[in-house]
């Protein structure tokens, strides 16, 4: 049994490139704009197929060369407490099927979390600094407790591609690259080991980013025939249409929420975004396929900030880890971008720790 999910998992992101090369099609429906947000009119001649990018043309041969996970292995040692931070950072590269814990600051490597993880994705800290992984290979998303490297519970979903999480305070919230022919928010409420309920949009093709604010809405970042958007799911409740709030992006990316409510993107194709609320939004890093890894944003995927909401970190696939700060104040601050680490194997997953209070839902 345990093969053929792993092998559903592998036609289904098979079935995903299929449609980034524009072999598959997605039935166009109309779904709500918010006022402002709306896009311009596009004829069918014009509309282009997803954009694919390095990481995402390469998990084909990920998944194929890694084999599925023995859960009957035992727990493992007890965790212990990192002795030398009270800060980490956590980064996930899905080539290299690893997630590494590192000081902060300093960005020193405090140890390498392996078991359990086949193709690890989004990471995000959770209450008393459990780690929450979206373990792409696997159709789960293995939860670790604070210092640990063995997985101390398991959330499955048969069949999905899970590519990233987010936290609310009763409910954990999982954007699926795919699942089964399509691709959906999985919702899991309380201690639910399961899928609670599913979220979808039918423009979607591929999800990618996952974000709550702190009214509990779900924000979530899919690839469509047309380009990609930004979705929100009012109260990320069962049954909620989606709301399309941003319709021009190039290539789907991570979401994050500041301090003062502000939406927060990656756009894969073209930097780090920063809206007004929801809606005015602005580059404000810029990335390029020609970039120099480690001095511009080459591939920015995931993005989380710290607890108190200074620094953004974002993951790039091509280089490592960035970090994202504002000098100057006013109403339009000055960003500066900065390289602090390089990780091999195609890092997409990044979450400070501790990281900021989980807003209610």
Request: proline share 9%; net charge neutral.
């Amino acid at each position: 049994m345990r093969t053929s999910l792993y092998a559903r998992g592998l036609l289904a992101i098979a079935l995903s490139v299929a449609f980034l090369n524009g072999c598959g099609a997605v039935p166009i429906a109309n779904a709500p704009v918010l006022p402002g947000n709306e896009a311009p009119a596009e004829s069918a001649s014009a509309r282009r197929p997803v954009q694919t990018v390095p990481w995402i043309a390469a998990l084909p041969e990920i998944f194929a060369r890694r084999r599925p996970v023995d859960d009957s292995r035992a727990a493992g040692p007890a965790a212990q407490l990192d002795p030398v931070a009270t800060r980490t950072l956590v980064v996930c590269a899905i080539s290299a099927g690893v997630c590494t814990v590192f000081s902060r600051p300093g960005y020193k490597p405090l140890r390498t979390i392996v078991h359990g993880l086949n193709a690890p994705g989004g990471v995000v800290a959770g209450i008393g600094g459990r780690i929450y992984v979206a373990n792409s290979g696997g159709a789960n998303v293995r939860i670790y407790a604070p210092g640990g490297t063995h997985p101390i519970e398991t959330l499955n979903d048969p069949g999905a591609v899970p590519i990233d999480v987010a936290l609310a305070k009763q409910t954990t919230i999982v954007s699926n690259l795919s699942a089964g022919s399509s691709t959906n928010v999985a919702v899991y409420v309380g201690g639910a080991k399961s899928p609670s309920y599913t979220l979808s949009d039918p423009l979607a093709q591929q999800g990618i980013g996952v974000a709550v604010d702190a009214g509990g809405n779900c924000f979530w970042s899919v690839d469509t025939s047309s380009g990609a958007q930004i979705d929100q799911f009012p109260g990320c409740k069962k049954n909620a249409h989606p709301l399309r709030l941003k319709a021009s992006l190039g290539s789907a990316g991570g979401l994050a929420f500041d301090g003062a409510g502000n939406l927060w993107y990656a756009d894969q194709s073209s930097g780090v975004y920063r809206c007004v609320g929801v809606m005015s939004c602005t580059l404000v890093v810029a990335s390029s396929p020609s970039c120099t890894p480690g001095v511009t944003l080459c591939d920015p995927v995931m993005i989380n900030f710290d607890r108190n909401f200074t620094t953004l970190f974002v993951a790039d696939a091509g280089y490592g880890v960035y970090t994202v700060r504002s000098f100057g104040g006013g109403v339009s601050p000055d960003y500066v971008v900065t390289p602090i680490l390089q990780a091999p194997g195609m890092p997409i997953g990044v979450g400070p720790d501790p990281a900021p209070t989980l807003p209610p839902h």
